[in-house]
Structures are given as C-alpha cells and as structure tokens.
C-alpha cells in the first residue's frame, strides 16, 4: 500500500498566505516526480506546480509569481508554499505522485484525497 496525504489546507483570507505539504509513507522502491493540483466547484482540475522530468517546477498560469513548489528529497515530501492568496484560489489541493513499486514495471501515479483551501474574508 502507497499513501498520499496532504495537509495545511484550511480558511485565509484574501492576501494571506498558507503551506501546504504532501507526503508520501506505505510501501515503494522510488518517488519520481511529484506535483499539486487543484478543482475548484464546478470546474476541471488544473494544474498549480509539477516537477519536470528535467527537474524543474512547472507552474500553472494561475500560480506563477505567487506559489512556490519545495521538496524534501530524504522525506519524500513536497510542499506548496501559497501567498496572496485570492478567492478564486479557493479549491480542493490534491498531490500527486509518481511512484514505483517494483523493478522492472513501470512506476504509477498516486493522488491523495486532497486538502480545502478556502479564501474568503
């Protein structure tokens, strides 16, 4: 069994700013790339930031200048660093998660049951 569990949403108010963190426990050889998305009511699910295979951090046109994407390598744990935040931030945060679980098959992604991120004053 993998894990995917994120943490730190909650309610900020317009301009503030909160951490999300996302960390991965169970059963696996590797985490490859990690990222965060998003899905707002009534909307698709979107991108916010990713790691890239070259590894850098892609970021969603609603995040850039304003999000910031941290790993911790040793712990398996990726963080969402979120200021000004907006009401059309408001959404549920999901990580994801690239994961192998046995050599010689492919890795697979993982999402976590996500964390609510409300903006509201």
């Known amino acids: 069994q993998v894990q995917v569990v994120e943490s730190g949403g909650g309610l900020v108010q317009p301009g503030g700013s909160l951490i999300l963190s996302c960390a991965i426990s169970?059963?696996?050889?590797?985490?490859?790339?990690m990222g965060w998305y998003r899905q707002a009511p009534g909307k698709q699910r979107e991108l916010v930031a990713t790691?890239?295979?070259?590894?850098?951090?892609n970021y969603g046109d609603s995040s850039k200048g304003r999000f910031s994407f941290s790993r911790n390598n040793d712990k398996n744990i990726v963080y969402l660093r979120m200021n000004s935040l907006e009401p059309e931030d408001t959404a549920v945060y999901y990580c994801?998660?690239?994961?192998?679980?046995?050599?010689?098959?492919?890795?697979?992604?993982?999402w976590g049951q996500g964390t609510q991120v409300t903006v509201s004053s």
């Open positions: 994801k998660a690239n994961i192998r679980r046995q050599w010689g098959r492919d890795p697979n992604d993982y």
């Open positions: 169970g059963d696996f050889l590797r985490v490859y790339g």
């Open positions: 790691e890239t295979s070259g590894g850098s951090i």
